[in-house]
């Protein structure tokens, strides 16, 4: 009877051992707000005012997996999935023209870790996404991304197929490669992709610096385009014949400093859309509310995005939020270039650790440019206003 005893002794220290080793988390975001929208175009034609329950308005709701497997030697094996659902209602994040409808379509890599550092095989964001701390991304989220962030990626592009190393942290100094599989057969350079960045913590400052590009896959958009004011919705113009050319190429500088209860922080962006030449327009006009067809306009092939904010911690619980993010675009075959600019005002209240009420009002001035809207809004004819008030819990 002792000996029995003894033996499960044993074998419950051991399970319990092994289980300490190897651990597994389950997380997620539910973010939820009231939406009001101005100038929004409607099905016949003109304009109007939009009212709507929009899920992830400041960061995507989502649900996660993530675990860490010791496997001695200071080494480990790390995964993570994660997939995006709009909990207004109830179904799978939207798809895009890279991931469709896939399940784990925000994150799905496995990979080893430790003192060399981390290398994750998979589909993963590159490291801009690590940098968006830095901007205003860290209390907006994706509020402030129509002007700014969904052209220059500063919140990370997701890429398919892709391997990254990721240094330790170097005295402040933390580095990253990522490369794109494009997977095709016989033109290897077709849907590749590449990405760099470096970032330098010390103290209330920190800076970063990140680099991705990408290739034609002869079939696939070559991602976002900004259009003149005079033009209508396109066909994306990235054609069998430009596989394995550039469709984008992106720099991001940022930075931050937090003074006392005072984040400040500024970020510039240049972006280079080779492709983005010349497409063919479809639809009635959405600058001028005009109907256009059989034309040819050129699409935006080079930017500058530009940001300044602050957070100000006015209580704990309490931040009051503003930003400003301003692009200014150059098209083939269009002389002068479009000018887009965003006024961000927002406060933020933590009733706890993990639950959060707030509440964003944004105006955006377009000039020579189609406006690309504020939050889910496309279509949008001249300036913009919108306010949302939601609440988020992290879990």
């Known amino acids: 009877m002792k000996k029995s005893l003894l033996a499960l002794a044993v074998l419950g220290a051991f399970a319990g051992a092994a ?16 939406v009001y929208q101005s100038k929004v175009a409607t099905t016949a034609g003109d304009t109007g005012s939009k009212f709507s329950l929009n899920s992830g308005v400041i960061q995507g709701s989502r649900i996660g997996f993530k675990g860490v497997e010791n496997l001695g030697g200071g080494l480990n094996a790390v995964f993570n999935l994660e ?35 981390t290398v994750l095989l998979g589909r ?5 996404d690590t940098l968006s701390v830095y901007t205003s991304v860290n209390e907006f989220g994706g509020w402030t991304g129509n002007v700014g962030h ?8 997701r890429t398919n197929n892709s391997i990254s190393y990721t240094t330790t942290n170097l005295s402040g100094i933390t ?18 992709s590449f990405g760099a960045g470096l970032k330098y913590d010390n103290g209330p400052l920190g800076l970063g610096l990140s680099y991705y590009q990408s290739k034609a896959n002869g079939s696939s958009p070559s991602d976002v385009s900004l259009i003149p004011a005079t033009a209508t919705t396109v066909t994306p113009n990235t054609l069998a014949a430009n596989q394995g050319s550039t469709a984008y190429k992106g720099w991001n500088l940022v930075a931050s400093y ?50 300044i904010g602050t957070a100000y911690s006015l209580t704990p619980a309490l931040k009051l939020l503003g930003a400003v993010q301003h692009t200014r675009a150059q098209f083939d075959g269009v002389s002068g270039k479009g000018k887009l600019t965003a006024y961000n005002l927002g406060t933020d209240y933590s009733l706890s650790k993990r ?3 707030y509440a964003f009002a944004t105006y955006i001035r377009a000039t020579d440019i189609v406006n690309t809207g504020i939050s889910d809004s496309t279509g949008v004819a001249g300036n913009q206003a919108a306010v949302a008030v939601g609440i988020r819990h992290k879990f």
């Open 175 to 192: 580095g990253n490669l990522l490369y794109g599989f494009g997977e095709q057969a016989g033109k290897t350079s077709a849907g590749q």
């Open 258 to 307: 937090q003074f006392g209860p005072a984040r400040v922080y500024g970020n510039w962006s240049r972006v280079k859309q080779d492709l983005n030449t010349q497409a063919n327009l479809t639809a009635s006009s959405v600058g001028s509310l005009s109907i256009v067809t059989n034309r040819t306009l050129a699409r935006s092939n080079k930017a500058d995005v530009y940001e």
């Open 19 to 34: 289980q300490a080793q190897s651990t597994v988390s389950i997380y997620g975001i539910i973010d939820t707000g009231v």
């Open 150 to 157: 969904n052209l220059d990626r500063v919140e990370g592009t």
């Open 355 to 357: 639950t959060d009420l």
């Open 124 to 128: 993963q964001t590159d490291f801009a």
């Open 83 to 117: 997939t995006g659902f709009s909990n207004d209602t109830g179904g799978l994040q939207g798809s895009d023209a890279v991931s469709g409808s896939n399940l784990f379509r925000r994150k799905s890599v496995v990979g080893l870790s430790g003192d060399f550092g």
